[in-house]
T-cell receptor, first 113, second 112 residues
């Protein structure tokens, strides 16, 4: 069946611009996670959505980062006024429920010039 | 707060060698444990998981991991690696929340 999809696969943007990254989770999965992966680093948790509950935003590194999940399905991660240190691969994952095994998307590679 | 430590950042082996990747976590309560693998150019995918029951867990492609509660460890093993096992391996733990914490990953290179 269809897995988790993310778009765009690559994004190059100038410092100071806003970017939007999209995630389509597996249908029926109630939990959705955003992570950031930098070279040589592990996965840095950003935000977690569970059903219709308020998201856990404890991992967002600054107020330039925000995310929403519409209708319990598609999610968008927005980074405002991008900085060079925002360059990384942004991964989305979904799971049937919180704490279950996660299914990851291919990621969006963001490069801020 | 929970944390995960993967001791080996880079491992280089020859085919048929045995593999053991260390993973230790810190959390005092009940945990769910995972190993994920990322093959070159591919998505992260689940290798195996432990929620409860038999502490020796078998996963895909001949991998297994043993949960040792007293040592807070969940080491990954494979008796004989293949060139196709070249990948990045991540240990993850979730305990007390539904947000897993990932280790920094271990890069495994297997020479044919």
């Amino acid at each position: 069946g269809a897995g988790v999809s993310q778009s765009p696969s690559n994004k190059v943007t100038e410092k100071g611009k806003d970017v939007e990254l999209r995630c389509d989770p597996i249908s029926g999965h109630t939990a959705l996670y955003w992570y950031r992966q930098s070279l040589g680093q592990g996965l840095e948790f950003l935000i977690y959505f569970q059903g219709n509950s308020a998201p856990d935003k404890s991992g967002l590194p600054s107020d330039r980062f925000s995310a929403e999940r519409t209708g319990g399905s598609v999610s968008t991660l927005t980074i405002q006024r991008t900085q060079q240190e925002d360059s990384a691969v942004y991964l989305c994952a979904s799971s049937l429920a919180g704490g279950d095994e996660q299914y990851f998307g291919p990621g969006t590679r963001l490069t801020v010039t | 707060a929970q944390s995960v430590s993967q001791h080996n950042h880079h491992v280089i082996l020859s085919e048929a060698a045995s593999l053991e990747l260390g993973c230790n976590y810190s959390y005092g309560g009940t945990v769910n444990l995972f190993w994920y693998v990322q093959y070159p150019g591919q998505h992260l995918q689940l290798l195996l998981k432990y929620f409860s029951g038999d502490p020796l867990v078998k996963g895909i492609k001949g991998f297994e991991a043993e949960f040792i509660k007293s040592k807070f460890s969940f080491n990954l093993r494979k008796p004989s690696v293949q060139w196709s096992d070249t990948a990045e391996y991540f240990c993850a733990v979730s305990g007390g929340s539904y947000i897993p914490t990932f280790g920094r990953g271990t890069s495994l290179i297997v020479h044919p």
